[in-house]
């Protein structure tokens, strides 16, 4: 398996603009995260994913951002409008939970940059 | 409340010596996992080891293990014989199976330098 796949791995967009952000899962897992990671406040759980149900989205900083998970192997993560505060690395992770459980396994991130 | 506390922004160790990275824990639900990764200068995270609340022994993987202290909700990592290829963030984690919500919740990181 390829891992979790992000795209774009780079982005940098004018404040304003929309901001979609993908995520393919590893195959049969039945979680999804998405994080944001920035210098002052670390690692901060946006939204969570099980069975591609949103169970916690509270996180998600406000009403301009927008998660999806429209089936189990396509997520994405959308900004609109983008503001320069936004600008951080996006992780998208992916474990299974079933009996027992297993670690999330990270994509690359994504750098957004909103200038 | 912070669920996960990691009280050191950064540590030094001379290579070939043992470090431990400290994590704290706070929850009230009885069945929970606890993670540590790594995050190198290149950005990625990498998953090192796992511990489960139900797990009587201390897990273990290579030079990692977790000393695992149920009663004082800690669960700190230690790695032996450091590398300079050890130099990066580590992340404590948690995850807790109760109530229905299971995400992933991270502390704030150490830094661990790794000295020749």
């Known amino acids: 398996d390829a891992g979790v796949i992000q795209s774009p791995r780079h982005e940098v967009t004018e404040m304003g603009q929309e901001v979609t952000l993908r995520c393919k899962p590893i195959?049969?897992?039945?979680?999804l995260f998405w994080y944001r990671q920035t210098m002052m406040r670390g690692l901060e759980l946006l939204i969570y994913?099980?069975?591609?149900?949103?169970?916690?989205d509270s996180g998600m900083p406000e009403d301009r951002f927008s998660a999806k998970m429209p089936n189990a192997s396509f997520s994405t993560l959308k900004i609109q409008p983008s503001e320069p505060r936004d600008s951080a690395v996006y992780f998208c992770?992916?474990?299974?939970?079933?009996?027992?459980?297993?670690?999330?396994?990270f994509g690359q991130g994504t750098r957004l940059t909103v200038v | 409340a912070q669920k996960i506390t990691q009280t050191q922004p950064g540590m030094f160790v001379q290579e070939k010596e043992a470090v431990t990275l400290d994590c704290t824990y706070d929850?009230?639900?009885?069945?929970?996992?606890l993670f540590w990764y790594k995050q190198p200068s290149s950005g990625e995270m990498i998953f090192l080891i796992y511990?489960?609340?139900?797990?009587?022994q201390n897990a273990t993987e290579g030079r990692y293990s977790l000393n695992f202290q149920k009663a004082r909700k800690s669960a700190n990592l230690v790695i032996s014989a450091s590398q300079l290829g050890d130099s990066a963030m580590y992340f404590c984690?948690?995850?807790?199976f109760g109530a229905g919500s299971y995400q992933l919740t991270f502390g704030k990181g150490t830094k661990l330098s790794v000295i020749p």
């Open positions: 994913f099980n069975n591609n149900v949103p169970i916690d």
């Open positions: 929850t009230s639900d009885q069945s929970y996992g």
């Open positions: 984690a948690m995850r807790e």
């Open positions: 992770a992916s474990s299974f939970y079933g009996r027992g459980d297993t670690e999330a396994f």
């Open positions: 195959s049969g897992h039945n979680s």
């Open positions: 511990q489960g609340s139900y797990d009587e």
